[in-house]
Nanobody, 129 residues
């Protein structure tokens, strides 16, 4: 059974940092493009960042550039999202999503949620004073 599990969400003060982790069971993440999405109450889900299967392509939403970093840990079969300088507007449920783009598409990094076949249950990030 293919499963993605997020962890690391917490309540933090503005300016603080969190490290989210996405783990997988039932498949090896190294063959999959992975994205982090988030959804705040009353707002549409947005893609925060993605990393290609080969790790050669990363992309970030404008709101995340310079503050968030996505990275693979091949040995642990996990994807991390390091979030620094957190702001109240970063408050949301964060989801990791995976898609297998084919063995040759190692640079692919999808922008939209419909491009990802597998999803985790989400982890809550709350940034408040």
């Amino acid at each position: 059974q293919v499963q993605l599990v997020e962890s690391g969400g917490a309540l933090v003060q503005p300016g603080g940092s969190l490290r989210l982790s996405c783990g997988a069971s039932g498949f090896t993440l190294s063959y999959y493009a992975i994205a982090w999405f988030r959804q705040a109450p009353g707002k549409e889900r947005e893609r925060v960042s993605c990393i290609s299967a080969g790790g050669t392509t990363t992309d970030y939403a404008d709101s995340a550039k310079g503050r968030f970093t996505i990275a693979r840990d091949y040995a642990k079969n996990t994807i991390a999202l390091q979030m620094n300088s957190l702001k109240p507007e970063d408050t949301a449920v964060y989801y990791c999503a995976a898609n297998f783009p084919g063995y040759s598409a190692t640079d692919w990094c999808g922008s939209s949620d419909y491009e990802y076949a597998y999803w985790g249950q989400g982890t809550q990030v709350t940034v408040v004073t």
